[in-house]
């Protein structure tokens, strides 16, 4: 199922997926290893206790999600996939956040 956005709509929709958004530029933009010459990134996954491996995981599991669900512009509307984010370990997200009705995203 799909469904029309208008501007408002799409940017409503980009914020609600926010981290998926941000994973897959990640993903698009850095390899693993450009991403492990960072000596603050490797820090701060050590003190938090995240293995690089399971962040990574993440960041392409993420992008394969949002490259599915991203807004597609065809003329002057934005059509996105009626989906919500029911990853209880992603954060709180109702689909009442969205300006449409929702089915899962079937990934949690």
Partial sequence: M???LDAEGVENYVKYWKRFF???N???KLTPEKVKEFE???KYLE?????FEKVWNRVQNNAALWKRIQPRQVGGYYYVVKCF???TNEG?????ELSHDCTS????
């Fill in 22 to 24: 941000n994973d897959f």
């Fill in 26 to 28: 990640i993903g698009n």
């Fill in 105 to 108: 995203s079937g990934m949690g």
């Fill in 92 to 96: 709180v997200h109702h689909p009442d």
């Fill in 47 to 51: 003190e938090e206790g995240y293995t």
């Fill in 40 to 42: 603050k990134l490797q």
């Fill in 85 to 87: 984010n029911d990853v």
């Fill in 2 to 4: 799909i469904t029309k």
